[in-house]
Every structure is written in C-alpha cells, then in structure tokens.
C-alpha cells in the first residue's frame, strides 16, 4: 500500500513539475517573440527614414524633380 501511495504522489508531483516547466518556457518563449517584434519594427521605421532621407537627397534617381 506504501509503494501505491507513494507512487501516486511522484506521478502527480511529476505532472505539477512538468506544467511548470512548460509554461515557463512559453512565457520565455512568448517574451521573445516580442522583444523580437519590437525590434523588427524599430528596424523598419529606420529604413523608412533612411530611404526617404536618400530619396530626397538624390531626387534624380527617383524621377523627382
């Protein structure tokens, strides 16, 4: 009977331990994921800027006048 009880116990504490450590790599893994977007977004706003910059100071090669 002490190796049924015990053994029920290891096997829910196994399951508890395992729902941590994954919802703990989805919350790192979600962290990422935004920090990585916020990134990407930054990045474009600057190409954005730059292209523009380059545009207007060589307004010959965009068919500016």
Do not use: K, P, W
Not at 14 to 24: Q, T
Not at 39 to 51: D, K, L, N
């Amino acid at each position: 009977m002490l190796v049924i009880v015990t053994t029920v116990i290891l096997y829910v504490c196994g399951f508890v331990f395992l729902y941590g450590v994954i919802r703990l790599g989805v919350r790192h893994g979600m962290e990422d994921v935004e920090a990585s977007r916020a990134r990407t977004i930054r990045a474009e706003q600057v190409m954005s800027a730059q292209e523009q910059n380059f545009a207007r100071q060589n307004a010959f090669l965009t068919g500016g006048n």
